[in-house]
């Protein structure tokens, strides 16, 4: 029985709205807000590295190539034009081996890495290796910059020394192959993270226990 005049009781159960903000809620909301930003900034600190990485890899891959790429003969050039298309050829085959094979390396170090990659570290390995490639043929043309004995050659042949340089220039004839180290890292890593997804989940498959039916008690 109660008193006249008493106060209601606000209910105890927590579930009821009493219209006062749940402390626990908005912690909640705040704790997961937190998660987000921490897994964006980790996300985008990969995505740089990689990038980054890719970009200075480079450097060697320029120099590399410089070193072993073919180059056409000055003195065989005297016979015919040929034997400097042949060169060019060889130079930029010797380009997509190279930066395929480095793009292709690369790909698997980021996939074994990086886990969980978002849609940034593909990105990151399209821009970075795109760059990079850019920065593997300016490096291997700056090496080879000069060609040895082109003034005397220019002189028998009779040709003018800037058309003669525009022949033998050592550079990356055919634009496409800077294509070859992007493109490598990403087939690559994105082949591994399929192959990887599809493994754990069959393995989930497996190891997941069997349905079991549940009667209702008054079935029995």
């Known amino acids: 029985m109660t008193e006249e005049g008493a106060p209601p009781r606000v209910p105890s159960d927590p579930a009821v709205p009493t219209g006062q903000p749940d402390p626990s809620a908005a912690e909640g ?5 937190d998660l987000d930003q921490d897994g964006a900034r ?11 990485s890719l970009v200075v890899i480079g450097v060697p891959l320029g120099a590399l190539w410089a070193g072993i ?39 698997v170090f ?22 990079g490639a850019l920065v593997a043929g300016a490096v291997g043309a700056a090496i080879n910059s000069t060609v040895p004995g082109l003034a005397g050659i220019a002189d028998q042949v009779g040709a ?15 634009k496409s192959v800077y294509f070859a180290f992007p493109l490598a890292a990403l087939v690559v890593f994105l082949l591994l993270s399929y192959v990887a997804g599809e493994r754990s989940g069959r393995r989930a498959r497996v190891t997941a226990p069997p349905p079991q039916d549940h009667e209702p008690a008054g079935a029995r």
């Open 160 to 174: 003018s020394l800037p058309s003669m340089e525009d022949l033998l220039r050592f550079e990356v004839r055919a």
């Open 69 to 107: 790429a073919p180059r056409p003969d000055t003195a065989a050039v005297l016979a015919g034009p040929d034997t400097a298309l042949t060169a060019q050829m060889g130079a930029d085959v010797c380009f997509i081996v190279i930066t395929a094979v480095a793009g292709a390396v690369a790909g």
């Open 29 to 33: 909301d705040f704790g997961h807000r």
């Open 110 to 131: 980021v996939w074994r890495f990086v886990r969980e990659a978002s849609w940034l570290v593909p990105l990151a390995l399209a821009l970075g290796g795109g760059v």
């Open 42 to 52: 980790r996300d985008l600190r990969r995505a740089g590295v990689t990038a980054a």
